[in-house]
């Protein structure tokens, strides 16, 4: 019961937080920093991180369920435990690179309201992504 929950966590912030997070820096965050290298693939990189986090997130759905529907998360912990340590430390990677290159990087070349528009748009776009958000209104 403790791995299936722990796992079911891991899931649901997945579901509810970063997936939706990465769907709104994609439509606002990635669009500004393009701007700034004044070329439209600028995030190219953060991008194909963000297609092999959602896959990853994928993979570990599909096992999380198998391990379920078997009543045996033990039974699929070598299948688990890779996904969740390589989750783990892709995203983390992922988030410290953007903190990093992409943050300074706007703080530099934008303007403070700039700056507010794209954090209020992140959090518009990303509360909208979550599921069961309804279409045009923004979850809370």
């Given at each position: 019961r403790v791995a299936t929950a722990a796992i079911d966590s891991a899931r649901e912030y997945l579901d509810q937080v970063l997936l939706p997070a990465l769907n709104a820096e994609e439509l606002t965050l990635f669009i500004a920093v393009n701007g700034v290298f004044s070329h439209p693939e600028g995030c190219e990189v953060m991008s194909v991180q963000h297609r092999a986090i959602r896959a990853m997130a994928g993979d570990l759905g599909k096992v999380a369920d198998a391990a379920r529907t078997a009543d045996d998360p033990k039974a699929y912990e070598r299948y688990l435990l890779p996904l969740l340590y390589?989750?783990?430390?892709?995203?983390?990677?992922?988030?410290?690179?953007?903190?990093?290159?992409?943050?300074?990087?706007?703080?530099?070349?934008?303007?403070?309201?700039?700056?507010?528009?794209?954090?209020?748009?992140?959090?518009?776009?990303?509360?909208?992504?979550?599921?069961g958000a309804?279409?045009?209104r923004a979850a809370h």
């Open positions: 390589g989750l783990y430390a892709l995203i983390r990677t992922h988030l410290e690179s953007e903190d990093e290159a992409y943050l300074p990087l706007l703080d530099e070349q934008l303007s403070e309201s700039q700056i507010q528009v794209i954090v209020t748009n992140i959090g518009r776009v990303s509360a909208s992504s979550m599921p309804q279409p045009g």
